[in-house]
T-cell receptor, first 112, second 112 residues
Framework: DGGITQSPKYLFRKEGQNVTLSCEQNLNHDAMYWYRQDPGQGLRLIYYSQIVNDFQKGDIAEGYSVSREKKESFPLTVTSAQKNPTAFYLC???????????FGSGTRLTVV | DQQVKQNSPSLSVQEGRISILNCDYTNSMFDYFLWYKKYPAEGPTFLISISSIKDKNEDGRFTVFLNKSAKHLSLHIVPSQPGDSAVYFCAASPSETYKYIFGTGTRLKVLA
């Protein structure tokens, strides 16, 4: 069964720590995306990657970093520079003839 | 500056009646439009899409209408069912970039 897997589902971080959110897809999609959702707000684009070894900043990239060393994987690191990291993080991919995204089930990050 | 707006944060509809969710956009370069459904703590699920060459797309109980001159799209759900209760997001992208900008969502409650 093809899909996108995000892990962990819940993540707690102490202030000042970096954490990495995992996103893996077996859909053979070229493009992958990271969005953030806050209460009462839409999904905001953090980073995206159209092909392996290439990625671009989205609208709210400050305090985040990504890598795209493999087609299947697009991990997101939330660094200590991100001032308000508590949010629901969504990974998505797109490929083939579809112009829509397939989303993972999300990771809820809480700073404690 | 929100380029995609969903001005109704919530909507309640009786089971069996029509639900109409609205979405406005400001960027005339947007060519692809998507609707997603989202339950709490889950990733969004794709519902229906439309491109700017069409003004209507239908899939079962779901129909999306696009009015390019008014920069407005709407999602009609007929008949509405209790299982349709969720948050609905519209999203728009300029042609061929597939960088979707999401609205803030409308919470639909279908009353049995």
């Amino acid at each position: 069964d093809g899909g996108i897997t995000q892990s962990p589902k819940y993540l707690f971080r102490k202030e000042g720590q970096n954490v990495t959110l995992s996103c893996e897809q077996n859909l053979n999609h070229d493009a992958m995306y990271w969005y953030r959702q806050d209460p009462g707000q839409g999904l905001r684009l953090i980073y995206y990657s159209q092909i392996v070894n290439d990625f671009q900043k989205g609208d709210i990239a400050e305090g985040y970093s990504v890598s795209r060393e493999k087609k299947e994987s697009f991990p997101l690191t939330v660094t200590s520079a991100q001032k308000n990291p508590t949010a629901f993080y969504l990974c998505a991919s797109r490929g083939g003839v579809s112009y829509g995204y397939t989303f993972g089930s999300g990771t809820r990050l809480t700073v404690v | 500056d929100q380029q995609v707006k969903q001005n109704s944060p919530s909507l309640s509809v009786q089971e069996g009646r029509i639900s109409i969710l609205n979405c406005d956009y400001t960027n005339s370069m947007f060519d692809y439009f998507l609707w997603y459904k989202k339950y709490p703590a889950e990733g969004p699920t794709f519902l229906i899409s439309i491109s700017s060459i069409k003004d209507k797309n239908e899939d079962g109980r779901f129909t999306v209408f696009l009015n390019k001159s008014a920069k407005h799209l709407s999602l009609h759900i007929v008949p509405s069912q209790p299982g349709d209760s969720a948050v609905y997001f519209c999203a728009a992208s300029p042609s061929e970039t597939y960088k979707y900008i999401f609205g803030t969502g409308t919470r639909l409650k279908v009353l049995a």
